[in-house]
C-alpha cells in the first residue's frame, strides 16, 4: 500500500508539471515554425551534393521536453564517426500517435536515401520512443532501421496517464488502449533489433516495469537503470556509454559488412553483425522476448 501511495504522489507532481511543460513546448514550437519560415534560418541540409559517409541517427523527443533533453544527449553522442544526428520534431498536441510514427518514417528513409550505408538509427526518450516502436513494428520500418534506442518510454504505458487531462497523445498512453493493444499484437518477421532503457524510480512511467518492452517476436534488451529520474535517465553517463558503444557497434558492423551493402531503401532487412550489442539477448542486463 505504501508502495502504491508514493507511486501516486509522483505521478500527482508530474501531473502538475504537465499543463505548464505543454504549453512551453508549443511556445517553442510555434517559435521553430516562424524561425524556418524565414530566409536563411533553416536548420537541415535542402540538397546534399552527396551522400553521407556515416550511418544516420535520427532522435525523437518526448511529448512535453522539446530538445532540453534530446540536444544535449546528441552532443554527448558526437564523435563516434555517426551522422548526420536528426532532431525529430513534431506536433505536441497531435491527435494520433500513428500519424507522428508516419512523419518520423518519411524523415527516417530521407535520411537513408542520403546515406552510403542505406540504414538508420533512432533514439527515443519518453513518447519519442513509443513513436519510433510504432514505426519499426507496425510500418514496415524494420527495413530501414536496424536498432531503435529507446530511453524512459512507456511501452506498456503509465497509470500517469489514467490521471492526465485529456491530451490526445496521452489518451494512448493509457494501459490498455487501442494504440498499446495493437503494439501488443504479432510482429513476426521484425528485424530491427530493440535497447529499452527503463529506471525504477521513473516518476512519469508507473510502474517502472512499463518502460521494458515485453512482446515474444521482437528481439530485445531490457536494460534497468536503478535510481534515475525520468528526465535524467537519457543524459545519466553510464547510459550515455551504452548508448555510445551500441552506436559504435553498428557503424562497424556496417564497415566490417561483406560487400557493404549500397541497396536502395527498402531492399533486405539490414541488421546489427553477430556478436555485436544487442545480438545476444542471454547478454543484456534484463532480458526482453526472443524468437
Not at 504537465?18 to 510555434?30: C, F, I, M, R
Not at 536502395?264 to 543484456?284: F, T
Request: charged content about 20%; overall charge positive; hydrophobic content about 40%.
Amino acid at each position: 500500500m505504501r508502495g502504491a501511495g508514493v507511486e501516486a504522489s509522483r505521478a500527482a507532481v508530474r501531473l502538475v508539471r504537465l499543463p505548464l511543460d505543454l504549453a512551453a513546448e508549443g511556445v517553442e514550437q510555434l517559435a521553430g515554425r516562424l524561425g524556418r519560415a524565414m530566409p536563411g534560418t533553416g536548420t537541415g541540409r535542402d540538397a546534399p551534393s552527396a551522400a553521407d559517409a556515416g550511418i544516420p541517427v535520427l532522435l525523437v523527443h518526448g511529448l512535453a521536453d522539446g530538445g532540453s533533453v534530446v540536444l544535449p544527449l546528441q552532443r554527448a553522442l558526437c564523435g563516434l564517426g555517426m551522422g548526420p544526428f536528426v532532431s525529430v520534431s513534431y506536433p505536441a498536441f497531435s491527435p494520433d500517435l500513428r500519424a507522428v510514427a508516419r512523419a518520423l518514417g518519411e524523415q527516417v528513409e530521407l535520411a537513408c536515401a542520403r546515406s552510403a550505408e542505406r540504414t538508420a538509427v533512432v533514439i527515443g526518450y519518453s513518447l519519442g520512443g513509443l513513436i519510433a516502436r510504432y514505426y519499426v513494428q507496425r510500418l514496415g520500418g524494420d527495413v530501414h532501421v536496424p536498432l531503435v534506442i529507446t530511453l524512459a518510454t512507456p511501452h506498456s504505458g503509465t497509470a500517469t496517464a489514467l490521471l492526465a487531462p485529456p491530451h490526445p497523445l496521452l489518451r494512448q498512453l493509457r494501459p490498455g488502449s487501442e494504440l498499446l493493444t495493437e503494439l501488443a499484437q504479432p510482429a513476426a518477421g521484425c528485424g530491427t533489433r530493440f535497447v529499452a532503457f527503463y529506471s525504477d524510480q521513473d516518476e512519469a512511467v508507473i510502474p517502472a516495469a512499463k518502460g521494458r518492452i515485453d512482446h515474444p517476436d521482437l528481439m530485445v534488451r531490457n536494460v534497468l537503470v536503478p535510481g534515475v529520474g525520468h528526465l535524467t535517465l537519457p543524459l545519466h553517463r553510464p547510459v550515455v556509454d551504452q548508448v555510445r558503444s551500441l552506436l559504435a557497434a553498428v557503424q562497424k558492423a556496417a564497415a566490417d559488412a561483406d560487400p557493404p551493402r549500397r541497396g536502395c531503401p527498402g531492399q533486405g532487412r539490414p541488421g546489427a553483425a553477430p556478436g555485436s550489442p544487442g545480438d545476444s539477448r542471454a547478454a543484456a542486463e534484463d532480458s526482453g522476448g526472443s524468437r
